[in-house]
């Protein structure tokens, strides 16, 4: 039981290029989250997913894609990187039962640097 | 609006001793949920706890406890005799409602460091 996992765990981009990054959880939850981590403000969130096909947009959706194919899987999209997205990426997972949303388990990161 | 507000940046503390994390939220909500994280220099996030708007309960985990507050509007936390290992950043989260769709709003974090 791997929990949720990121890759790549670091990537450096230069200005204008584009790259996908990949979550995985195999815990079966119906939710999966796409965070970005700044120094001083804590973790804002991007896109996020209710289920399988579905997504929708956060706080900062701007500049990013999501997709949804299947529900262990919850792709990132970056078309044309810019150097304001350079920032940790966090993705995470959840359940939800009958007394509500439960806690989000979070992948380790992604380190993006974009040049 | 909501929000939540973790008003202690950094604290730096001498190992054993006590420390307490404040935690104060925002909003008008009736049934929402309360986190704490703690992220380690090793940048993982770890899921510390979870208290729902109901149940103002405080509870205890070894040297942890949690101290839920819904006249304060506050959930702080305590670290009792800290150790070196507690050394991270330590998040406090909202999540509110009951709908499947509802999203975490994180406060901005305290860094604590336990000097040996």
């Known amino acids: 039981n791997a929990g949720v996992t990121q890759t790549p765990k670091f990537r450096v981009l230069k200005t204008g290029q584009s790259m996908t990054l990949l979550c995985a959880q195999d815990?079966?939850?119906?939710?999966m989250y796409w965070y970005r981590q700044d120094p001083g403000m804590g973790l804002r969130l991007i896109h996020y997913?209710?289920?399988?096909?579905?997504?929708a947009k956060g706080e900062v959706p701007d500049g990013y894609n999501v997709s949804r194919l299947k529900k262990q899987n919850f792709l990132l999209g970056l078309e044309s990187a810019a150097p304001s997205q350079t920032s940790v990426y966090f993705c995470a997972s959840s359940t939800h039962r009958d007394r509500g949303p439960y806690e989000q388990y979070f992948g380790p990161g992604t380190r993006l640097t974009v040049t | 609006a909501q929000k939540v507000t973790q008003a202690q940046t950094e604290i730096s503390v001498v190992e054993k001793e006590d420390v307490t994390l404040d935690c104060v939220y925002e909003t008008r909500d009736t049934t929402y949920y309360l986190f704490w994280y703690k992220q380690p220099p090793s940048g993982e996030l770890v899921f510390l706890i979870r208290?729902?708007?109901?149940?103002?309960q405080n509870e205890i985990s070894g040297r942890y406890s949690w101290n839920f507050q819904k006249s304060t509007s506050s959930f702080n936390f305590t670290i009792t005799a800290s150790q070196v290992v507690d050394s991270a950043v330590y998040f406090c989260a909202l999540r509110l409602g009951y709908s499947s769709a509802s999203k975490i709003i994180f406060g901005s974090g305290t860094r604590l460091s336990i000097r040996p």
């Open positions: 208290r729902n708007s109901f149940d103002e």
């Open positions: 815990m079966n939850h119906e939710y």
């Open positions: 997913s209710v289920g399988e096909g579905t997504t």
